[in-house]
């Protein structure tokens, strides 16, 4: 079954780290460049971060930038984020996406996952 | 970045009739270099991950009924559903991918009349 499974979410005070992790399945995962979006509470969809196939090239939002690192592990078709420095407004439901190809930009999502909850708060 | 605004916020539409969502862009998002608007369409349905509906603004997704249509160019765009299905209500969200950041929409929850 083609599908994103999110995992790592989870309560953290301002200032922690959470590291989240994508399984996917069903497709040839090192073949797509994937993303990351979330959507706090009451908002709308905001872009996170987006990974090339490869790994080779990584593009960040600005309010995550220095504080976030996505990555992957092709051979076990898993995607991360490394958040650190955490603050009340990364609180979001955080979904993983698949990218229509493998560059990373200029991109939709044809394929998403059903998210993973971060609460940042004391 | 690149706004995208949907109107309206909800929509209620009889079943068998058509709806429609509009999604205005801040800037175009029509590249003349391959003549694309870089623009997709999503829905959400209670409990399910966000499904791909349209992209470059008018193509179908494989394997979405062909009551979904897209159209408009530039900076305004439209979803249209033809003939409203019970299973058609959701949230829909535009998103533009003309340039990083990718933004989306704000959404627009339909529902039964």
């Known amino acids: 079954e083609v599908q994103l499974l999110e995992s790592g979410g989870g309560l953290v005070q301002p200032g922690g780290s959470l590291r989240l992790s994508c399984v996917a399945s069903?497709?040839?995962?090192?073949?797509?460049?994937m993303s990351w979006v979330r959507q706090a509470p009451g908002k709308g969809l905001g872009w996170v971060s987006s990974l090339s196939g490869s790994g080779g090239n990584t593009y960040y939002a600005d309010s995550v930038k220095g504080r976030f690192t996505i990555s992957r592990d092709n051979f076990k078709s898993t995607l991360y984020l490394q958040m650190n420095s955490l603050r009340a407004e990364d609180t979001a439901i955080y979904y993983c996406?698949?990218?229509?190809?493998?560059?990373?930009?200029?991109?939709?999502?044809?394929?998403w996952g059903q998210g993973t909850l971060v609460t940042v708060s004391s | 970045d690149i706004v995208l605004t949907q109107s309206p916020d909800s929509l209620a539409v009889s079943l068998g009739e058509r709806a429609t969502i509009n999604c205005k862009s801040s800037q175009s998002v029509f590249r003349i270099s391959n003549t694309n608007n870089y623009l997709a369409w999503y829905q959400r349905k209670p409990g399910q991950p966000l499904k791909l509906l349209i992209y470059w603004a008018s193509t179908r997704e494989s394997g979405v009924p062909d009551r979904f249509s897209g159209s408009g160019s530039g900076s305004d765009f439209t979803l249209t559903i033809s003939s409203l299905q019970a299973e058609d209500v959701a949230v829909y969200y535009c998103q533009q991918y003309y340039n990083t950041p990718p933004t989306f929409g704000q959404g627009t929850k339909l529902e039964i009349k």
């Open positions: 996406a698949k990218d229509r190809d493998s560059t990373g930009y200029d991109n939709w999502y044809d394929l």
């Open positions: 069903g497709f040839t995962f090192s073949s797509y460049a």
